[in-house]
């Protein structure tokens, strides 16, 4: 299938696609809206400061009525969450700086294994 590159100049991969990433393979995870599903994350490489993010590509077009989409919509956001933060919207954490807690614990080896794009 074709995928889809996202690209943000001057922002660092945790900062602007962690979120993003967990988010989407969640939703995708409910089979129940067509989303795209999040491949990789990752820092943009060489002199350029930024990130990118890579994705299914989906052809925004729909021929669900509006009562299928809104029972579907209704039953993604009735999933049970694939993450224990997730559960009553809960939010990461975040340290003193604002940096998100949980990232910084996990490339610390301290905590949970925080998803990196790769799948693993």
Do not use: C
Request: aromatic letters at 6%; glycine letters at 14%; charged letters at 35%.
């Amino acid at each position: 299938g074709r995928l889809f590159a996202k690209l943000a100049r001057g922002r660092p991969k945790e900062a602007m696609f962690a979120g993003e990433f967990e988010g989407l393979n969640a939703m995708a995870g409910t089979e129940t809206v067509g989303v795209p599903r999040a491949f990789h994350y990752d820092d943009l490489y060489g002199r350029q400061q930024g990130s990118w993010i890579l994705m299914d590509f989906i052809e925004m077009t729909s021929r669900l009525s509006q009562e299928d989409l809104g029972t579907r919509l209704a039953l993604m956001h009735a999933a049970e969450p694939l993450r224990d933060e997730a559960r009553g919207g809960k939010r990461r954490k975040k340290d003193d700086d604002g940096n998100d807690a949980a990232a910084a614990a996990a490339e610390e080896g301290d905590g949970d294994e925080v998803g990196d794009g790769d799948g693993d």
